[in-house]
C-alpha cells in the first residue's frame, strides 16, 4: 500500500459504508469506487477487505443484499440500509464526530 | 444479536448458494475493475491483472468473507465429527466394542434407577404431595392402626391437620364382583369420605367421594380407576350410574379416578375405592362401631406454614382424651399420635422392594464403572495404535487443539450413539424390570425412563470415553516427536508404552470389579437354589392347590359344606388324584389364624405366632409331611369325638419336651380349659408355612369335622398335574354353583411366587453379571489384538525362526492371564465386601462363601482367555513376510 494513504482505524470502514449506502442502494464495486472519490483517493481501502466487513454487516442486519440487474444489463449483488443500518449510521456518525472533535482538542491544546 | 443468529443458522443451511453469490459477487467486482482499466486503455490481460492486484488475494478474501458469515466454527466441527465418523467406520472392532459397553453402562443403570425412584422416590402423583403425612397411634413403644369410632372422633375434634382420611385395603384385595355371567374379582380400597379431598384428587369423570357418603345407610356408590373403566367397560361413558355387586354391596358408579392415581400406595391399582358406609356389606362383620378392632390406616394434610412435630404434639395432647375409642389394656402408658412423612404415600413397596433395588442399583453401578473401564482402556490401547497417526498429523501442522478436538468429536459421537442405543434398552429394561418385579403380585408402576439418569449416565460415560480418548492425544501431541513417529515404530518413545501399560492397569481394575459382581451374583443364585430346595417339611413333587376366596356370607357358607363333603369326594374320585383334602389358612396362605395354646399342667404358653390350621382328613399324606410320633387324623375324628389335634415338631417340644406330645391335651387361649381341650395324637415334621425364609413357627392341626373353618384351599396330590384344573373347575361348578375360584396351582409355583423377589435379585444380578462378562471379553480381545498388533514385528522374527503358532499363541495369552491373575487377586476384596453387602438377602450360603467365589473367578478367567484366543490365533498366523515389511 502507498505510504502517502491513510490506514483506517478499526471499525471506521463500517461506518463509511453505511454513509455511502444512507442515499441509494449499492453494489460492491460501485461502494469501492466512491470511498475512493470521496476522499479524493486519501482513504484507500484494499478493494477486497470491503466484502468481509459487508458480509458481517449483512450476518448483523445493518444492510440487506438485493440482487439486481445493473445498467448495462449484468446481475449485481446490491446492497441497501436496514432499519437498524440506519440507527447505527446515527449512532456512530455522532459518536465518530464526538470522538474526532475530543482528539482534536487534545492534539492542539493551544488554539483553545 | 437475535439476527446474527439466525442469520449464522441460515447461512449453514443455504452454503452452497451463498458460496456461489460470493464467487459472483467477486467476479462482478473484479470484472468491472478491469473493465476500468480497459478504459484508459491498459490491454486485456494488464488489466485483469491491474484489478487482481488491486482487489487482493481472492482465497483469501473469501475466506475471511466465510467467516463473516459466522459460519466457521460450526463448519469445522462439522468436518471434525464428519472425519471422526470415518475414523471410527474404519475401526469397527473398537466402535461395536465402546458403543456395546457405553449403551450396556447407560441402559442398564438408567432402567434399574427408574423402577427404585418409581418405588422409593417418587412422591404421589397427588397435589403438594410433601404436606401429607401418615398417622401412628404409639402406644408403649408400639404403633398400632386406628379404629374406626377413634377416626370419627379424631377428625372432629382435630384441628391440627388441614384434613385426614382413614382407608384400608386388607381384606378387599380379591373381592367377588358380580355383574352377570361368571363371578369376576376386583381389588378395593375402603375410604372415607375425605379421602380425594384431603389427596387433592379430582374426577376425571363424574364425582369423587365426599364426605356425605360416609353416613352409613346411604346408598352404595362407589369410584373406579381408568384401568377397570377400561377393562370392564371399555372406556364407556354408560359406565357411570350402573350398578355393581360387590361381595353383599350394590355400587353405584359415580365417577372415575384420573389415569395417574393409583391411591396412597405405591404399586397397587385399585380397581374401586368403597366408602366406608359401605364395610358391613364388603367385609364380614361391622366394624364401624367397633372400637376395639384397629384395622385403618390414617394420612392426613398439612396445614399450610405448621410443621409436622407442631401438629404431631397437637395431635397427641387430643389423643389422650380418645383412648376409650380403641383399644386400652389396664396399665398401658399414654397413648401419643406420630406423624410419619406420607408424601410417597404408603411404605408396604419400599419395604419389599427398597432393599433389593438399591442392591441393585449398586450393582448396577459397578456395571456402569466396568463400561467406563471398558471404554477407557479400548481408547488408551487403541490411542497407543494410533500414535503414528497422530504424528503424521502433527507433522503436518495439525495443532494440539485441533488434535484434541478431533478426539472429542470421536468421544462425543461414541458417546452419541452409546447413549442413544442406551436409552432405548433402558426403556425396554424398565419394562422388563416392572414386568419382573410384578411378577406374583398386582404391581402397578408406570413404565417410564428417567430422564435426569439417562443425562447422568451418559455424561459419565462420555467423560471417561473424552478423557481417555483425549489423554492419548495429548500425550502423543507432547511427547511424540512427529519425525521419529514417522520414520519408525517410535521404538524410542515411551508414549505407547506408556499408554499400553495404562490400558492394562485398567484392565486389571476392571476385572478386579468385574469379579465381585459376578461373585454377588454366584451368591445370589446359590441362595436361590438353596431356598428352591430346602426341606419345606412338605413334598411339592406333585401337590396342586386350589385357592378358594374367603366369603363370608349365609351363602358362602351353605357352599363351605359342600366344598368339605361332595367336592372333595368327587375331586378324590378323579382319575390320577391319589389324595385330595381341603384345610383352612394353609402354607403361604395370606389369611393365617394365630393366637396362643397351652398344654395342660405344663401351663407353657406358646407365643401369638402359633398358627392353626384347620384341615380335613388326609391332610398331613396329602401335603406329603411327616409323621414323627403318633397318627394322623382320620375318619373317626368327627363331631362327638374326643377332641384331637396334631402339632409340629417344634410345638410339640416347646409345650411338652422331645417325644412327649402324643396323648397330652392342649386347649387354645391363655389358661388350659378341660371342657374345651384336644388330645394330641400325632406329631408332624417342622414345615415352612408363613414363607420360604421364616423361622419354622409352631403349627397345631385340628379337623374341620370337629372345630369347622371356611375352606380356602383344596390340596390335591396327583400323577395328572395342571391337566386336572379343567376337571377340578367343573366339579366346583356343578356342585357349589356360585363359589368364587380364586386360582389353581402347583404347590412348586407358589413356592416360586414367594420366593419371587429373590429370583428377581438372582436374575438380575446374573444379568450383570453377564454384561460383565461380556464387558471384560470384550476388553481383553480388544486389548490383545492391539498389543498383539504392537508384537506384529517381533511374532514376525519369530516365526521367522521357527516358532509354532500354538507357542505363539501361549506366549500371547500368558499376557493375558497375568491380566486377570493379577485382576482376580485384586477382585478378591471386592468379591468379600460385596458379599458382606448382601448378607441379608444370602439364604444357606455364606457371605464369603469360597465355592461362589471360586465360581465366579473360574468363570471371568476362562472367559477372558476364550476372548483373547481369537485374536492371539489370528496374530499367530501373520505372515512373518508381511510383518516384517511393515516396518
Redesign the interface.
Known sequence: MPPERLELPQGTLELLILQTLETEPQHGWAISERLNQRSDGALQVQQGSLYPALHRMERRGLIRPDWRVTDNGRRAKYYELTASGRKELKAETASWKKLTAAVALILSPKEI | ML??FL??VW?LFRRDRLER??D???Q??LE??AEKAQLVGETVEAAKRRARL?????E??KE??R????TAIVESWISDFRYAARILRNSPGFTLAAVFSLTIGIGANTAVFSLLDRVVFRPLPVERPDELVILNLWQDGKASSFSYPYVQELSRRQSALAGIFASADFPLKDMVLRRGGTPDSAAGRLVSGSYFKVLGVQAAAGRVLNEADDRAGEAGVAVISDRFWERQFQRSESALGETLTVNQAQLTIVGVAPKEFFGEKPGSMPDLWIPMSQQPKVMPGDLLSARFVTWLIVMGRLEDGVSRQAAASSLSALAGELGRFTIQSAGAGKQSIVLEEGGRGLEELRRDFGKPLRLMMAMVGLVLLIACFNVATLALARGSARSREFGVRLALGASRTRLMRQMMAESILLAAVGGSLGAGLALLGSQALIGLAGEGRPLSLAVAVDLRMLVFTGAVAAASTLVFGLLPAWMASSWLDPARSLGGESRTSTAPRRFVTGAQSLMVLQIGVSLAVVCGAVLLTRSLESLRHQDFGIRPAGLMLVKIPLELTPAAMKRQDLLRGEVLERVRGLPGVRLAAVSCCGPFDELARTGKVVSEGGDRVESDTTRFVHVSEGYAETMGMTVVAGRTLSATDRKGATQVAMLSEYAALRLFGQGRAVGKRIAFGDKFDGARAMEVVGVLQDARFAGPRDEFKALVFVPMAQQPGPVTSISVRSSGGLSLAAEIRRILEQTAPGVGLGSITTYESVIEQKLHTERMLAFLSASFAAMTLAMACVGLAGLMSFTAAKRRREIGVRVALGARPAQLIVMLLKQTAALLAAGIALGAAGAFAIGQAMRSFLFGVAPNDPVSFVAGACALGLAGLWASFLPAWRASRADPLESLRVE
Open positions: 439476527h446474527d442469520y449464522r447461512a453469490e460470493m459472483e459477487e467477486l462482478f467486482h468491472r475493475e488491486a482487489f487482493g488475494g481472492v483469501s478474501v475471511e468473507c467467516e463473516a458469515r459466522g
